[in-house]
């Protein structure tokens, strides 16, 4: 099939490039001429597990290729995909602003009867909208569907690849049947297409990160009673997970959630619901428990070491927003760090993959180190806030030599609390015990 993707972000690069892979002729189409040139030149602006090699397979063999004639790449389309931004607005809202440029864009080079298909995360009636955009500019027939990505940022080569569902809402039968035959190598195994109607689709991706953010939030709060009550939030988790009705995933306490979507997504929804008068309460304890949640770091820290940080040095190991990715929206770590250098504290950083995304955002108003462990040299205490494998498993000695006082905030409950106690680490976690710290 011939197919472009308008936008080359996170979700149309992963798309272009997994179409690609399985024998579809891709065009991934992007107004940015100095991201199209580093791409065309195997440059991925992104990390992402396992998308380097499939991007350079696919150019090598000529089935994906990367422009900025956006005209160009729909004229000698059949399928389509939108995959701009829907960054939120002041309101909370999604901007569609990107989504409706593209499809009227998309109507002005309409050379035949089209399939558009909106695979940005936008609010319900979206696609109703993209319609009428597209079909101002032209006479050409159009079928407008609604897929929802469902990637997570760290595994979203293999979601695609392996997806567990793909949700597809359609306005006609062909376009159904077209949809069904685009995605079939993804789902060789059964996995469920579910072909319903677009304002279903439209939902269901809001829905499905409002839920797994209430799991997430829920635990955080579970956490706030354990630490008051002398119970282990892990025991707890375990507990609960157990339950088959429950099951064990997005039950992990922590520092709340970030990146591009539970964030923008939990609050688009809000907005919806609270528009169209239904009851969005629910959500909105959600979103305020994260809010709360991110900045958990920061009160412990100034709870232990006072208000003025003046003159002490704060290792922070994690800048991501999560393992396996260099996205920094939304990370709990900004919060942490502004609060940090607001209260006179030099910062020392340390993230395996997210330390050029750091030096944009904080320039030289922190350190960042190559080293993992040249950033504790002469610390008060190491932050911890994203679940890297290398500091699963760390060389406790070492870190201890390096402290200047042997003491760990960890915002991901790496470590053992007991553990960390018989070592002579003063050790703080979320939902469990404090353990090691010494009287007075």
Same mark, same amino acid.
Request: hydrophobic share 45%.
């Given at each position: 099939?011939?197919?472009?993707v308008i936008?080359?972000?996170?979700v149309?690069?992963?798309?272009?490039?997994?179409?690609?892979?399985?024998?579809n002729?891709?065009?991934?189409?992007?107004?940015?001429?100095?991201?199209?040139?580093?791409?065309?030149?195997?440059? $991925?602006?992104?990390?992402?597990p396992g998308?380097?090699?499939?991007v350079a397979r696919?150019?090598?063999?000529?089935?994906l290729?990367?422009?900025?004639?956006?005209?160009?790449?729909?004229?000698a389309?059949?399928?389509i995909f939108i995959?701009?931004?829907?960054?939120?607005d002041?309101d909370?809202?999604?901007d569609?602003q990107?989504?409706?440029?593209?499809?009227?864009? $998309?109507?002005?080079?309409?050379?035949?009867?089209?399939i &558009?298909?909106?695979?940005?995360?936008?609010?319900?009636?979206?696609?109703a909208?993209v319609?009428?955009?597209?079909?101002?500019?032209?006479?050409?027939?159009?079928?407008?569907?609604?897929n929802?990505?469902?990637?997570?940022?760290?595994?979203?080569?293999?979601?695609f690849?392996?997806?567990?569902?793909?949700?597809i809402?359609?306005d006609s039968?062909?376009?159904a049947e077209?949809?069904?035959?685009?995605?079939s190598?993804?789902?060789?195994?059964?996995?469920?297409?579910?072909?319903?109607? $677009?304002?279903?689709?439209?939902?269901?991706?809001?829905?499905a990160?409002?839920?797994?953010?209430?799991? $997430?939030s829920?635990?955080?709060?579970?956490?706030?009673?354990?630490?008051?009550?002398?119970a282990d939030?892990?025991? &707890?988790?375990?507990?609960?997970?157990?339950?088959?009705?429950?099951?064990?995933?997005f039950?992990?306490?922590?520092?709340?959630?970030?990146g591009?979507?539970?964030?923008k997504?939990v609050k688009?929804l809000?907005?919806?619901?609270?528009?169209?008068?239904?009851?969005?309460?629910?959500?909105?304890?959600?979103?305020?428990?994260?809010?709360?949640?991110?900045?958990l770091?920061?009160g412990?820290?100034?709870?232990?070491?006072?208000?003025?940080?003046t003159?002490?040095?704060?290792a922070?190991?994690?800048?991501?927003?999560k393992?396996?990715?260099?996205?920094?929206?939304?990370?709990?770590?900004?919060?942490t760090?502004?609060?940090?250098?607001?209260?006179?504290?030099?910062?020392?950083?340390?993230d395996?993959?997210?330390?050029?995304?750091?030096a944009?955002?904080?320039?030289?108003?922190?350190e960042?180190?190559?080293?993992?462990?040249a950033?504790?040299?002469?610390?008060?205490?190491?932050?911890?806030?994203?679940e890297?494998?290398?500091y699963?498993?760390?060389?406790?000695?070492?870190?201890?030599?390096a402290?200047?006082?042997?003491?760990?905030?960890?915002?991901?409950?790496?470590?053992?609390?007991?553990?960390?106690?018989?070592?002579?680490?003063?050790?703080?976690?979320?939902?469990?015990?404090v353990?090691?710290?010494?009287e007075?």
């Amino acid at each position: 099939m011939h197919v472009a993707v308008i936008g080359t972000g996170y979700v149309g690069l992963v798309a272009g490039a997994c179409l690609a892979e399985t024998g579809n002729d891709v065009i991934c189409a992007d107004i940015l001429e100095e991201k199209i040139a580093r791409l065309n030149a195997g440059e $991925i602006p992104i990390y992402e597990p396992g998308l380097e090699p499939l991007v350079a397979r696919n150019l090598r063999s000529g089935r994906l290729t990367f422009t900025t004639d956006i005209p160009a790449a729909v004229k000698a389309s059949d399928i389509i995909f939108i995959a701009v931004g829907t960054p939120r607005d002041e309101d909370g809202s999604a901007d569609l602003q990107h989504v409706l440029e593209a499809a009227r864009t $998309i109507g002005q080079s309409m050379n035949t009867e089209k399939i &558009v298909i909106a695979k940005s995360t936008v609010p319900v009636g979206t696609a109703a909208k993209v319609r009428e955009a597209v079909e101002a500019e032209t006479d050409h027939k159009v079928h407008v569907c609604s897929n929802p990505e469902f990637l997570k940022e760290g595994a979203a080569v293999d979601d695609f690849m392996k997806p567990d569902r793909v949700i597809i809402g359609v306005d006609s039968d062909y376009a159904a049947e077209v949809m069904r035959d685009l995605y079939s190598p993804f789902v060789r195994t059964g996995n469920a297409v579910l072909i319903m109607d $677009i304002a279903s689709a439209e939902i269901t991706k809001y829905a499905a990160n409002a839920m797994l953010a209430t799991r $997430i939030s829920f635990m955080n709060a579970v956490a706030g009673l354990c630490e008051r009550t002398g119970a282990d939030v892990n025991m &707890v988790r375990q507990g609960i997970g157990s339950d088959q009705r429950i099951g064990s995933q997005f039950l992990f306490p922590g520092v709340g959630y970030g990146g591009s979507c539970f964030p923008k997504d939990v609050k688009a929804l809000i907005r919806t619901m609270a528009e169209l008068g239904a009851d969005p309460s629910i959500l909105q304890a959600v979103d305020d428990l994260n809010d709360h949640q991110k900045g958990l770091l920061l009160g412990l820290v100034v709870d232990r070491l006072g208000e003025d940080l003046t003159g002490l040095t704060i290792a922070v190991w994690g800048l991501a927003f999560k393992a396996n990715t260099d996205d920094m929206r939304e990370a709990p770590s900004l919060v942490t760090i502004e609060g940090l250098l607001e209260r006179g504290a030099r910062v020392v950083a340390h993230d395996p993959e997210a330390m050029t995304e750091a030096a944009r955002r904080f320039g030289d108003r922190i350190e960042l180190l190559d080293d993992a462990y040249a950033v504790l040299e002469g610390a008060t205490a190491l932050v911890i806030h994203t679940e890297w494998n290398p500091y699963r498993r760390p060389g406790f000695d070492r870190m201890k030599a390096a402290l200047a006082e042997p003491r760990i905030f960890d915002g991901r409950n790496l470590y053992d609390p007991a553990g960390m106690a018989r070592m002579g680490f003063e050790y703080y976690s979320v939902g469990r015990a404090v353990t090691g710290v010494a009287e007075g």
